[in-house]
C-alpha cells in the first residue's frame, strides 16, 4: 500500500525512524542497518513495509529495496515474524543473510535471537531458491549505475577526497535516484561533502 516515504528525517533512534512528509509524521521501525546509513536531519527516502494485524497497522522502513525484499521474504516463512526479521537484518548484513541462505548455513541464521534450529532450517528450505530474487535485485542496480559510480569516484579521488567517504556519499545519491548522470552526480556529491 505504501512503497515509499521520501520526507524530512525529524527523530533518529536505533529503532525507529520519523520521517515527515507534507506536515505527517510516520513512524517507521527500522533496522540497526538502515539506521547506520540514516543521514541526520536530513531529506531521505525509505522503502517501507505495512504490516497489518487485528490489533495494529506497522510500517517498517528500508534503507534500499534489497533489505525491503529479504525482509519481506523472511517473514514469508512459518514462525519468523516482522519483530524477528528485524533482529536478524540488524545483526547481520544482506549479504551475510543471502549468503548464509544460499550456501545452507544453519549455525549462521541460527545465531540470530528468537531463532532456533526448527526455523533456522525452515528459513533455508523456504527461501533457497527464493534469495535468487534479491541478487538480482543487487545486479540489476549494480549494472545500471557501475560506469557512472566509478567515473564519479575517480573524479572526486583526483579532486583530493578519501576514497571510502566518497563512496558512502555517491552509494547514498544513487539510491535516491540511479538515473543521474556523472556530471550531477558528482555535483551532487561535492555538495554533501
Known amino acids: 500500500m505504501i512503497t515509499h516515504i521520501r520526507g524530512k528525517l525529524v527523530e533518529k533512534n536505533p529503532t525507529f525512524a520519523v520521517i515527515e ?21 536530513e531529506f531521505v527516502i525509505l522503502y517501507t513495509h505495512l504490516s497489518i494485524k487485528e490489533d495494529a497497522h506497522t510500517l517498517y522502513g528500508f534503507i ?3 533489505e525491503r525484499e529479504i525482509f519481506r521474504l523472511l ?3 512459518s514462525g519468523v515474524g516482522p519483530s524477528i526479521a528485524r533482529t536478524m537484518l540488524s545483526s547481520m548484513t544482506t549479504d551475510e543473510i543471502q ?12 545465531s540470530v535471537k528468537g531463532i532456533g534450529v526448527k526455523t533456522a532450517q525452515r528459513v533455508l528450505v523456504d527461501l533457497r531458491d527464493k534469495i535468487s530474487k534479491t541478487y538480482a535485485i543487487d545486479e540489476v542496480y549494480a549494472n545500471q549505475s557501475n560506469t557512472v559510480k566509478n567515473e564519479a ?20 545519491i544513487l539510491l535516491e535516484d540511479k538515473t543521474l548522470s ?11 561533502l
Open 75 to 77: 517473514i514469508s516463512v
Open 153 to 172: 569516484l575517480s573524479a572526486l579521488e583526483v579532486l583530493g577526497f578519501n576514497k571510502k567517504q566518497v563512496e558512502k556519499v555517491v552509494d547514498k
Open 21 to 41: 512528509t507534507n506536515g505527517v509524521g510516520y513512524w517507521l521501525n527500522i533496522s540497526l542497518n538502515t539506521y547506520s546509513q540514516l543521514p541526520d536531519n
Open 99 to 110: 549468503q548464509a541462505i544460499a550456501s545452507n548455513n544453519v549455525s549462521v541464521i541460527q
Open 64 to 66: 534500499n529495496k534489497t
Open 182 to 192: 556523472v556530471e550531477v552526480l558528482i555535483k551532487n556529491a561535492l555538495k554533501n
